[in-house]
């Protein structure tokens, strides 16, 4: 005998169509992350459709329905508009807790922080030169222009930067110590140092 399956009480059914763009976000996404592993250790001329979508585990037909084409991929992976939208995205009285609130759980939720990879920025070259402009004005400079009192821009940098330096720390040098404490720990005593760089 057949059996029917019935939604279970006050628990609602996902839409297709919710589905199906959850689906498409995580594939994305996906795609996003396995170009800028690829980008941080080879030349962009050097990085197939074919090495993104392996890496990816997609095909590359469907990265062409996402993206374009390749250099459109890359145009979006060497911007850093919606990362930075998200690290900025707090009042500027609480700005640095949430600054460094986001890198960490970028890195212990996701594996990565998106903004930290201008630190694989090559040092010459046409991609290096765009991965810098871009972080100066999405990143630094859009900080840059929410901050009151004089030297706002290089209080800007000095902020992005120290940041900068915990992620190297967590991250990539992956200290144990470090990678030990809760995150509301590293926040509480890492966040003031951000914010009075922020605070004139």
């Keep these: 005998m057949s059996t029917v399956s019935v939604p279970s009480p006050g628990v609602p059914e996902a839409a297709p169509g919710a589905v199906q763009r959850r689906d498409a976000e995580a594939t994305k996404a996906a795609i996003l992350r396995a170009a800028r592993h690829l980008m941080a250790r080879h030349a962009h001329t050097d990085?197939?459709?074919?090495?993104?979508?392996?890496?990816?585990?997609?095909?590359?037909?469907?990265?062409?329905?996402?993206?374009?084409?390749?250099?459109?991929?890359?145009?979006?992976?060497?911007?850093?508009?919606?990362?930075?939208?998200?690290?900025?995205?707090?009042?500027?009285?609480?700005?640095?807790?949430?600054?460094?609130r986001h890198l960490l759980l970028g890195q212990t939720e996701r594996g990565a922080d998106p903004v930290l990879r201008i630190v694989f920025a090559p040092l010459h070259g046409?991609?290096?030169?765009?991965?810098?402009?871009n972080f100066r004005t999405q990143v630094s400079d859009r900080l840059a222009?929410?901050?009151?009192?004089?030297?706002?821009?290089?209080?800007?940098?000095?902020?992005?930067?120290?940041?900068?330096?915990?992620?190297?720390?967590?991250?990539?040098?992956?200290?144990?110590?470090?990678?030990?404490t809760a995150v509301e720990d590293i926040v509480e005593r890492y966040g003031p140092t951000v914010q009075a760089l922020l605070t004139p």
């Design 126 to 133: 046409e991609q290096g030169d765009t991965l810098r402009a």
């Design 47 to 100: 990085i197939t459709l074919k090495a993104v979508a392996d890496r990816a585990g997609v095909s590359a037909p469907l990265i062409l329905k996402y993206f374009g084409n390749k250099d459109a991929l890359f145009a979006r992976v060497m911007s850093f508009e919606t990362d930075a939208a998200a690290l900025l995205d707090a009042p500027l009285a609480e700005l640095g807790p949430h600054m460094v």
């Design 145 to 180: 222009g929410r901050l009151d009192g004089p030297d706002a821009g290089l209080r800007a940098e000095l902020a992005v930067g120290t940041l900068l330096g915990l992620g190297v720390m967590y991250g990539i040098a992956r200290g144990s110590r470090l990678r030990a």
